[in-house]
């Protein structure tokens, strides 16, 4: 068991990049998350949240709620779940990071502009 993108890395740095000592994964949907490899092995950092980017203050997120508690993460603003709330606030039907995706798919301009 470990975080998603944590096993993310592992495997990209198994079967895609074997020879690399560094690689980072990053991955955007509900939350915002990193997994870091550094001298090939997997690092976690204290309290297995090395990657967890998505606490972390965001620029002119200002007082924005997020779901750690906290306001103004970066979640809070561009996690998959913060755009589809941003589309709903333009009257676009959009609940989740799947619904998103879907809409920058078909070409939704104002999907395409928040991503």
Do not use: W
């Amino acid at each position: 068991m470990d975080n998603e993108v944590n096993l993310m890395a592992l495997g990209e740095h198994t079967k895609c990049f074997p020879d690399a000592d560094d690689v980072i994964v990053g991955k955007v949907a509900t939350g915002i998350g990193s997994g870091f490899i550094g001298n090939g092995e997997l690092h976690r950092g204290a309290m297995g949240a090395a990657g967890d980017l998505g606490h972390i203050a965001a620029p002119d997120a200002g007082d924005v709620p997020c779901r750690c508690g906290n306001t103004g993460c970066l979640e809070a603003v561009t996690s998959g779940s913060a755009i589809a709330a941003a589309l709903r606030a333009k009257g676009i039907d959009a609940h989740t990071s799947a619904d998103v995706v879907a809409l920058v798919r078909v070409g939704n301009l104002e999907a395409g502009q928040l991503v």
